[in-house]
């Protein structure tokens, strides 16, 4: 295997088809046969947040800035921090995305993307569901 250096791309804005409020996408690693995943940066502004969606073959967050938030289909909302990785399973529905109050910044970490892609994006998380913190 060659030794490959990666460029990170610019910051271009998380489209609205995927994402509610302002989202920052930094692309750090395109898929490429080597590794077979893609890594990308992603910046939520207060209260921006993915739709709904689910990986088919799983993912990785890393939490590299500020408090956010995390949920799994029925499940209740989880706070992340700084520090702080998620594992997400294949096929499981959810969304990640900012607190209220503050930006957040994750690392996401799609594996396997030759077999069956990154994402799979859903419906949008409606505000009443994104207000269920307990």
């Given at each position: 295997?060659?030794?490959?250096?990666?460029?990170?791309?610019?910051?271009?804005?998380?489209?609205?088809?995927?994402?509610?409020?302002?989202?920052?996408?930094?692309?750090?690693?395109?898929?490429?046969?080597?590794?077979?995943?893609?890594?990308?940066?992603?910046?939520?502004e207060p209260k921006?947040?993915?739709?709904?969606?689910?990986?088919?073959?799983?993912?990785?967050?890393?939490?590299?800035?500020?408090?956010?938030?995390?949920?799994?289909?029925?499940?209740?909302?989880?706070?992340?921090?700084?520090?702080?990785?998620?594992?997400?399973?294949?096929?499981?529905?959810?969304?990640?995305?900012?607190?209220?109050?503050?930006?957040?910044?994750?690392?996401?970490?799609?594996?396997?993307?030759s077999k069956g892609?990154?994402?799979?994006?859903?419906?949008?998380?409606?505000?009443?569901?994104?207000?269920?913190?307990?």
């Amino acid at each position: 295997m060659a030794q490959n250096i990666n460029r990170a791309s610019a910051a271009s804005p998380g489209p609205a088809s995927n994402f509610s409020g302002s989202v920052q996408v930094t692309m750090l690693v395109a898929a490429n046969p080597e590794t077979d995943c893609i890594v990308s940066s992603v910046t939520f502004e207060p209260k921006a947040r993915t739709f709904w969606h689910t990986h088919p073959n799983g993912q990785l967050l890393v939490v590299t800035k500020g408090t956010g938030y995390y949920q799994e289909k029925g499940k209740p909302i989880q706070i992340i921090h700084e520090g702080d990785s998620v594992t997400i399973p294949p096929q499981v529905t959810h969304w990640h995305g900012a607190n209220p109050s503050g930006q957040f910044t994750h690392i996401a970490i799609n594996p396997n993307v030759s077999k069956g892609g990154a994402v799979i994006w859903l419906q949008a998380v409606t505000d009443v569901e994104y207000n269920k913190v307990h």
